[in-house]
């Protein structure tokens, strides 16, 4: 089994501390920082000039943008009044909230893009379920 990869900006507290309350709340989900050097081979060869985007990566799909978002929150079961605002906040609010918060606009890609088979090969590693064996006594 794999695990779904999301791409966050690693670079700034909250989004890691977000980062942690997905991994307790999704166990099929694996934050993984943009900046990181997985994450940016990956990008380099699924799109060639790494987009600064939200970026869900689930089994062969690159779900990126309000595409993304959308994924993620049906995913995490966020109540539907929560996931409905968001979605209808996200294509406005993105780039200022992009300049003030990380200091860049986001990537303006959305859309769900088929898995690049060479892109692939930079994320296996992460996307692999870790699991520690447990002896019965």
Known sequence: MTQS?????????????????????????????????????????????PPFAFILIQGESVHVGETAVKEALDGLNVA????????????????????????????????TFPLDEQAKAHIEPLRRVHTIPVEAE
């Open 80 to 111: 539907d009044p929560i996931a409905r605002l968001v979605k209808q906040l996200y294509p406005t609010a993105a780039a200022p909230f992009g300049r003030v918060v990380h200091g860049q606009v986001p990537a303006d890609i959305h859309g």
């Open 5 to 49: 990869l999301l791409v966050y900006d690693g670079s700034t507290d909250l989004f890691r501390r977000a980062a942690e309350t997905v991994t307790r709340c999704a166990t099929d989900i694996t934050p993984v920082p943009w900046e990181s050097d997985a994450i940016q081979a990956f990008l380099r060869a699924q799109f060639d000039d």
